[in-house]
């Protein structure tokens, strides 16, 4: 049996302002419908014993793990939530402990990120199937992207000369770190090197035993956070304080640097990492000027660009090896040449304690979504989509009363000890410091607007007394 271990605790600076620390990349759909999450679940279907997927994620992201899983028809599997990001070695050794916990002490862990690009999805089943032995005698394997050019902003994986023929793993002679622009053309004429895409397979065993020998500290403390760990819903949840006591670090630098056990497999199947906006221009098709446009966009005289409006039209004149990006509330210009830098500008944001690197206007939770419109010292307007059958918490706030207005499908209302349905055109009113609920009795979304009065807004004024999802307390 091979369990797939998605890896989905990154934040995606790079490609702000689309990617937010709490809508990171791994959920937009980047390159087609699906989320890069929902691509990598769906591309291993197919794979000879394949079991449903283990995604480890942060507390955060757990309610859009779940839809997402649940809109392609992926069931049975389950979530992991981390306390704390801590790195890709702790991440696999929870996941690695809670397989054994399970009894699947036979399966395969494959190990993969959730925010990566693969355009051939059976070139990837064919390496993994071509690692399985070795992984089955007890390897750690790795799978080695056959360079398409010199890359400075990847590790890289030497092995000796890369078969030209079958598939087939063998040992690594060594991990290499990020290169000069030199030596990374050696590297690519040499023939003996491959990227470091950072995705593994091996047993749960085979892990925590290379592990317990060269990362003991990290061993115990998630082997500490893992002793009753408590089923909720869908999700696994460790325990929080044993759990921030492990050294953060990476699974190459823990283990795969430093282990005599470490073969690879080359892999062929149009891998990227997506790590900046100038890598997703050149894993989409662009036009006859080498454009790659998305959305409401009018472009002339304008060339090797990514220009994409998520709303507002978007025009574009005279410019070439740009990138500009446009979202509700934020826009970004810049030189493809400085497309990895963008991570300043959302460091510079976070400083100044500004929203824009956290959130979106749209905001998602596990009953729906809602949208601010509006947003002033004294009051704001949202806009608040709830998904049938679903409700938000019996909830109260302290320093707001709302006003809610259904313009589509039909809602329940509890305020106080009454309980009402409205329907498009309908209205009520919420007064402060009572208790209240929102349901969606019916088959379509509903939709209302909600006007916020008082004199504090912040979303942390809200004490539930009842939810569905698991949230409690102020």
């Given at each position: 049996m091979i369990i797939p271990v998605i890896l989905s605790g990154g934040a995606g600076?790079?490609?702000?302002?689309?990617?937010?620390e709490l809508y990171p990349k791994q959920f937009l759909p980047l390159t087609g419908e699906r989320s890069l999450l929902q691509q990598t679940v769906l591309r291993l279907q197919g794979l000879p014993d394949l079991a449903p997927p283990l995604v480890v994620c942060n507390e955060e992201h757990r309610f859009l793990v779940a839809e997402q899983l649940r809109a392609v028809g992926v069931a049975g599997g389950e979530i992991l939530l981390e306390p704390a990001g801590r790195n890709t070695a702790p991440a696999v050794?929870?996941?690695?402990?809670?397989?054994?916990?399970?009894?699947?002490?036979?399966?395969?862990?494959?190990?993969?990120?959730?925010?990566?690009?693969?355009?051939?999805?059976?070139?990837?089943?064919?390496?993994v199937s071509a690692g399985v032995a070795a992984a089955r005698e007890g390897g750690l394997v790795t799978f080695g992207v056959l360079p398409t050019r010199p890359e400075t902003g990847f590790g890289y994986i030497r092995t000796g000369a890369v078969p030209g023929g079958g598939l087939s793993a063998q040992p690594v002679l060594a991990f290499v770190e990020k290169p000069d622009a030199?030596?990374?053309?050696?590297?690519?004429?040499?023939?003996?090197?491959?990227?470091?895409?950072?995705?593994?397979?091996?047993?749960?065993?085979?892990?925590?035993?290379?592990?317990?020998?060269?990362?003991?500290?990290?061993?115990?403390?998630?082997?500490?956070?893992?002793?009753?760990?408590?089923?909720?819903?869908?999700?696994v949840r460790v325990q929080r304080e044993p759990f921030l006591a492990t050294?953060?670090?990476?699974?190459?630098?823990?283990?795969?640097?430093?282990?005599?056990?470490?073969?690879?497999?080359?892999?062929?199947?149009?891998?990227?990492?997506v790590g900046s906006w100038d890598a997703l221009l050149d894993v989409q098709?662009?036009?006859?000027?080498?454009?790659?446009?998305?959305?409401?966009?009018?472009?002339?005289?304008?060339?090797?660009?990514?220009?994409?409006?998520?709303?507002?039209?978007?025009?574009?004149?005279?410019?070439?090896?740009?990138?500009?990006?446009?979202?509700?509330?934020?826009?970004?210009?810049?030189?493809?040449a400085r497309a990895q830098d963008v991570k300043r500008l959302v460091e510079r944001l976070k400083a100044e304690r500004r929203d824009e690197p956290l959130v979106h206007r749209q905001v998602f939770r596990p009953w729906g979504s809602y949208e601010g419109l509006v947003q002033t010292e004294r009051f704001?307007?949202?806009?608040?989509?709830?998904?049938?059958?679903?409700?938000?918490?019996?909830?109260?706030?302290?320093?707001?009363a709302e006003h809610w207005v259904v313009v589509k499908g039909t809602a329940r209302v509890t305020c106080g000890d009454d309980v009402r349905l409205l329907t498009e055109d309908q209205s009520t009113y919420i007064p402060l410091g009572t208790a209240h609920r929102l349901e969606n009795p019916g088959r379509i979304d509903l939709e209302i607007i909600e006007v916020q009065s008082g004199s504090y807004l912040g979303e942390d004024d809200i004490v539930r007394f009842e939810d569905h999802y698991g949230r409690s307390g102020a």
């Amino acid at each position: 049996m091979i369990i797939p271990v998605i890896l989905s605790g990154g934040a995606g600076t790079r490609l702000w302002p689309l990617s937010r620390e709490l809508y990171p990349k791994q959920f937009l759909p980047l390159t087609g419908e699906r989320s890069l999450l929902q691509q990598t679940v769906l591309r291993l279907q197919g794979l000879p014993d394949l079991a449903p997927p283990l995604v480890v994620c942060n507390e955060e992201h757990r309610f859009l793990v779940a839809e997402q899983l649940r809109a392609v028809g992926v069931a049975g599997g389950e979530i992991l939530l981390e306390p704390a990001g801590r790195n890709t070695a702790p991440a696999v050794a929870l996941a690695a402990l809670r397989v054994k916990a399970r009894g699947d002490d036979d399966a395969l862990l494959l190990v993969l990120p959730s925010d990566h690009v693969i355009a051939d999805a059976a070139a990837l089943q064919r390496a993994v199937s071509a690692g399985v032995a070795a992984a089955r005698e007890g390897g750690l394997v790795t799978f080695g992207v056959l360079p398409t050019r010199p890359e400075t902003g990847f590790g890289y994986i030497r092995t000796g000369a890369v078969p030209g023929g079958g598939l087939s793993a063998q040992p690594v002679l060594a991990f290499v770190e990020k290169p000069d622009a030199e030596r990374a053309a050696a590297y690519v004429a040499s023939g003996e090197y491959l990227w470091n895409g950072g995705m593994f397979l091996f047993g749960a065993d085979a892990y925590l035993a290379e592990l317990e020998r060269l990362a003991p500290a990290i061993l115990a403390a998630c082997s500490a956070a893992s002793e009753n760990a408590r089923v909720d819903m869908d999700f696994v949840r460790v325990q929080r304080e044993p759990f921030l006591a492990t050294p953060s670090d990476s699974i190459d630098y823990a283990v795969m640097e430093r282990t005599d056990r470490a073969m690879v497999v080359p892999l062929d199947a149009g891998w990227s990492d997506v790590g900046s906006w100038d890598a997703l221009l050149d894993v989409q098709p662009a036009d006859a000027h080498g454009n790659v446009i998305s959305g409401d966009v009018m472009i002339e005289d304008v060339s090797g660009s990514l220009i994409r409006s998520e709303g507002r039209l978007v025009a574009a004149l005279g410019v070439s090896n740009h990138i500009i990006v446009e979202t509700a509330d934020a826009v970004l210009v810049a030189d493809r040449a400085r497309a990895q830098d963008v991570k300043r500008l959302v460091e510079r944001l976070k400083a100044e304690r500004r929203d824009e690197p956290l959130v979106h206007r749209q905001v998602f939770r596990p009953w729906g979504s809602y949208e601010g419109l509006v947003q002033t010292e004294r009051f704001q307007v949202k806009r608040i989509i709830v998904k049938p059958g679903a409700s938000l918490s019996l909830q109260m706030h302290h320093h707001r009363a709302e006003h809610w207005v259904v313009v589509k499908g039909t809602a329940r209302v509890t305020c106080g000890d009454d309980v009402r349905l409205l329907t498009e055109d309908q209205s009520t009113y919420i007064p402060l410091g009572t208790a209240h609920r929102l349901e969606n009795p019916g088959r379509i979304d509903l939709e209302i607007i909600e006007v916020q009065s008082g004199s504090y807004l912040g979303e942390d004024d809200i004490v539930r007394f009842e939810d569905h999802y698991g949230r409690s307390g102020a």
